[in-house]
């Protein structure tokens, strides 16, 4: 194991930071095991079995083929209309699949695939929030999805691929959410109505946040990745 050390702004300052390097968090996945690395204690199980720990983008990561996920029981990494983001990897030839989602039956935050590209949706009558661009592309893709808070207004959400903005907000629909707390996160499927619905292919890097993340921050974590 090797260790990587970074200085700026202060050369002869070489006293590591007091906080995590994760502690803006709500949990953090990479994948090399079903560990949370946030230290909020988030490690998740098996719901039905699914390979992990197998070569991915950045070290090891998640090899779905459509019979399996992982779950985290009785977390809501956010409730209501509260600020959020969601990034990770992703590589798939499937041209439409669950990536994540938390909630319960009837209001949930899930992100997806379909042929047009990354979406959210948010519950049976809930508003959704379409986006632009290939996933199923046998590629290793970079997906950031964020809510500002503040208010319940769907159309505040942006989709980022590969640190572009990819929103199609003619294919959305506006209108209030209140994701729920106290279900289950899962990831490589969704929080649906009747079923998990799993997606095929590779995940890496699944990283949660209650901050809003802008197109900056987007741009670069895909770059720097």
């Known amino acids: 194991q090797k ?15 007091s906080s995590p390097i994760w502690s803006d968090y709500e949990g953090v996945w990479h994948l090399n095991s079903r560990d949370d690395s946030s230290g909020n204690g988030h490690s998740a199980s098996d ?4 390979p992990i720990a ?9 090899n779905s083929t459509g019979s399996g996920n992982l779950v985290v029981s009785n977390f809501s990494p956010v409730s209501g209309a509260g600020s959020r983001s969601a990034s990770l990897w992703i590589k798939s030839t499937s041209q439409n699949g669950r990536i994540l989602g938390w909630g319960d ?7 997806s695939w379909d042929t047009q590209g990354p979406y959210i ?3 049976n009558t809930g508003p959704r929030r379409q986006g632009n661009g290939t996933i199923g592309d046998s590629n ?8 500002p808070g503040n208010n319940a207004d ?5 989709i980022y691929l590969n640190g572009e903005l990819a929103d199609a907000p003619g294919s959305s629909s506006n209108g209030s959410f209140a994701t729920a ?21 590779e995940l890496d890097e699944v990283r949660i946040s209650q901050n809003h993340r802008g197109p900056a921050w987007a741009k670069f974590s895909y770059e720097n990745q």
């Open 3 to 17: 260790t990587i050390t970074a200085y700026w702004g202060n050369e002869s300052n070489q006293t590591p930071p």
């Open 47 to 50: 719901e039905n079995s699914i």
């Open 54 to 62: 197998t070569a991915s983008l950045i070290g090891n990561g998640l």
């Open 105 to 111: 039956t009837s209001n949930w935050w899930n992100l």
């Open 121 to 123: 949706d948010t519950g």
């Open 140 to 147: 290793w893709n970079h997906l950031l999805v964020s809510y």
């Open 154 to 158: 769907m159309n505040q959400t942006r």
């Open 181 to 201: 707390s106290g279900g289950a996160f899962r990831v490589g499927a969704n929080q649906n109505v009747s079923a998990v619905t799993t997606m095929t292919g």
